[in-house]
């Protein structure tokens, strides 16, 4: 069985701080693993998505997360909020040797950014 | 750019009504999901299609089931809808395993 656990519910950060949103998956196998946003009311949109290539992934907006198999970690970064950043994220696992399989969702983390 | 398109954003339904919930992809996609959104929840998946006629089962699929007769549409059916079924309804495609999903914009079913 596969999992993933968001440790935050919520994050508070100031703009022009850093991000970091942490992220630890449960996985017997090397799992793909993704980073999606929610904007208030918007529908969902890939930030990034790591498959077993480069264990730091760049994604979209100054994002970045890095897999870290010792760890079972793909926290989420960047190194500097915008007020645009504020919504929700999830963290996703899916496995990638299976097919018919579907995306796992964490519960998700609120990030809010203040001037 | 591939558009996964559900058909209503918001939907107002009575308790026990049979509601419909249509979701249609445009890029040949082999496989469709249905999930449900909850504040405090995440994304919690319903059922979901690989090819044509077949669906599987996903975590939470009590009282709902699904028909996909084409490959571009995968429909939701409330059978018998009741109020613990007010959520936000997203539909997702995606071509392989390997890929992340491309999600409609969800419709928003409240049961009165």
């Known amino acids: 069985a596969q999992s993933v656990t968001q440790l935050d519910s919520h994050v508070s950060v100031s703009e022009g701080t850093p991000v970091l949103l942490r992220c630890n998956y449960s996985s017997s196998y090397s799992p793909s693993l993704f980073w999606y946003v929610q904007h208030p009311n918007k529908g969902l949109q890939l930030l990034l998505k790591y498959t077993s290539a480069a264990t730091l992934v760049k994604g979209i907006n100054g994002f970045e997360a890095e897999f870290k198999k010792s760890e079972t970690s793909f926290h989420l970064t960047k190194p500097s909020a915008h007020m645009s950043d504020a919504a929700e994220y999830f963290c996703v696992v899916r496995n990638p040797y299976q097919a018919g399989t579907a995306l796992i969702f964490g519960k998700g983390t609120t990030l809010s950014v203040s001037s | 750019d591939v558009k996964v398109t559900q058909s209503s954003r918001y939907l107002v339904k009575r308790t026990g009504e049979k509601v419909f919930l249509e979701c249609v992809q445009d890029?040949?996609?082999?496989?469709m999901f249905w999930y449900r959104q909850d504040p405090g929840l995440g994304l919690r998946l319903i059922y979901f299609?690989?090819?044509?006629?077949?669906?599987e089962k996903g975590d939470i699929p009590e009282g709902y089931s699904v028909s996909r007769e084409k490959k571009e549409r995968f429909s939701l059916i409330l059978e018998s809808a009741s109020t613990n079924q007010t959520s936000m309804y997203l539909c997702?495609?995606?071509?392989?395993?390997?890929?992340?999903?491309?999600f409609g914009s969800g419709t928003r079913l409240t049961v009165v």
């Open positions: 299609s690989y090819d044509v006629k077949m669906k």
């Open positions: 997702a495609s995606s071509p392989t395993v390997i890929y992340g999903y491309t």
């Open positions: 890029m040949d996609h082999e496989n």
